[in-house]
């Protein structure tokens, strides 16, 4: 069971979601089953799965809002921890196997996730950020700093964005702020002198 799911999950992460599907549906793990049925588009027998395994899966709870919000319905309102849990992951899925449509209606839905969890907007600029759609991830996560304005994650995330679009001084400054709330933050610290070096690496170029 543990060697079949760990192939299982390798042709997942390798985007081969009838091969996973075929091993997680033998397994009887539903939810996973599930998830490779939303990724080849069948969204049908995603809902079937989740509906029958929701009761004592999470995971399965917010897979069935997911499925209304790509839909931009927004009848199921998942707990705290499922949107913390689960949020980021699905609009990672979305955006990497280019279903924008579902990735733009999901991210529509960003102010009814707030109610359920307020750092939604954080959660949603992070997997813009790792998609590289750097202006997206600015205007979430400077809408995120306007409900936490001490969050240094959010912050950080700001800085990266600005180096990725070679506004070293912007970056600069965001990762500044991040070390004057937290100076001991070891991903700023690091990402500082990789910010320093460009700087210094640009000035010699002139």
Request: glycine share 2%; proline share 2%.
């Amino acid at each position: 069971m543990i060697k079949s799911e760990k192939i299982a999950k390798e042709h997942f992460y390798k985007k081969e979601y009838n091969e996973a599907l075929e091993i997680f549906t033998k397994d009887d793990n539903k939810y996973a089953a599930g998830l490779c049925s939303l990724m080849l588009k069948n969204k049908d027998e995603a809902k079937r799965l989740w509906t029958i395994n929701k009761k004592n899966c999470p995971a399965s709870r917010f897979g069935l809002a997911a499925l209304n919000f790509i839909e931009l319905k927004t009848d199921i309102l998942p707990s705290f921890f499922e949107t913390r849990a689960q949020l980021e992951i699905y609009l990672n899925l979305f955006l990497e196997n280019e279903m924008l449509e579902w990735a733009e209606n999901l991210i529509s839905c960003c102010d009814f996730l707030y109610r359920s969890n307020p750092e939604s907007y954080k959660f949603i600029a992070r997997a813009l950020y790792s998609n590289g759609y750097f202006d997206l991830a600015i205007t979430f996560c400077k809408r995120s700093l306007k409900l936490f304005y001490c969050d240094p994650e959010a912050f950080l995330i700001l800085s990266q964005c600005y180096y990725l679009k070679d506004d070293l001084g912007e970056a600069l400054d965001y990762i500044n702020k991040v070390l004057n709330m937290v100076y001991d933050y070891y991903p700023a610290i690091v990402f500082k002198k990789i910010i320093l070096d460009k700087i210094k690496t640009k000035k010699g170029e002139v």
